[in-house]
């Protein structure tokens, strides 16, 4: 019964590649949200969505698109992988945009 | 440059001692949080105080709040083995409109608890 879920939990892919994050979240929350965790353990927000409607899009390369086909679901895909994009990924969710609900991270490595 | 940073870096302790972690931010902000990130996790939320609050308690866990100083401590009493995780400050600036959620965080506190 895991709140908010990703797959893969691991993903080593090489440069170039085209790969995707998939997430979804049981918790019946509006907004959901694509975080990435370098090496350092610093965490930064790229994407959020609320009932499927873009509202954050950080500084994130355009190689970077998150889909959402309904608000239960959140997808990262990215295009021709590279290495600095290898970090944690991790999707969370909120009902009140305040308090975040974490899945347990995708750990990409770019080789 | 992260809004949070935490103090210090790791801390190591023994079971049933009291951990004490800082956190400092640099701008005015709505409320701050706490997570605990266990190896291979995701982050949980602790507990979460408001720019008008001082201190809070939930369980083991008492925080604090100083504005005036841009800080925060987290106060873990009687530490456990399974206490043993990095903690992480959260905080919204406060920069009117909604925040959307838009957390940002600091680098963490490795605590580890020693049985």
């Known amino acids: 019964d895991t709140a908010v879920s990703q797959t893969p939990k691991y993903l080593v892919t090489q440069m170039g590649n085209d790969k995707s994050i998939k997430c979804e979240q049981n918790?019946?929350?509006?907004?959901m949200y694509w975080y990435k965790q370098d090496s350092k353990k610093f965490l930064k927000i790229m994407f959020s969505?609320?009932?499927?409607?873009?509202?954050i899009n950080e500084t994130v390369p355009n190689r970077f698109s998150p889909k959402s086909p309904d608000k239960a679901h959140l997808n990262l895909h990215i295009n021709s992988l590279e290495l600095g994009d290898s970090a944690v990924y991790f999707c969370?969710?909120?009902?009140?945009?305040?308090?975040?609900?974490f899945g347990n991270g995708t750990r990409l490595t770019v080789t | 440059s992260q809004q949070g940073e935490e103090d210090p870096q790791a801390l190591s302790i023994q079971e049933g001692e009291n951990a004490t972690m800082n956190c400092s931010y640099k701008?005015?902000?709505?409320?701050l949080q706490w997570y605990r990130q266990n190896s291979g996790r995701g982050l949980v939320h602790l507990i979460l105080?408001?720019?008008?609050?001082r201190e809070k308690h939930s369980g083991r866990l008492r925080v604090t709040l100083d504005t005036s100083k841009k800080s925060s401590s987290l106060l873990i009493t009687a530490s456990r083995a399974a206490d043993t995780a990095s903690y992480f400050c959260a905080t919204v600036p406060n920069a009117g409109g909604t925040s959307y959620g838009k957390l940002t965080f600091g680098q963490g506190t490795i605590l580890t608890v020693h049985p």
């Open positions: 969505y609320n009932n499927k409607e873009l509202i």
């Open positions: 701008t005015s902000i709505n409320n």
């Open positions: 105080i408001r720019s008008n609050e």
């Open positions: 918790l019946g929350h509006d907004t």
């Open positions: 969370a969710s909120s009902q009140d945009r305040i308090t975040l609900h």
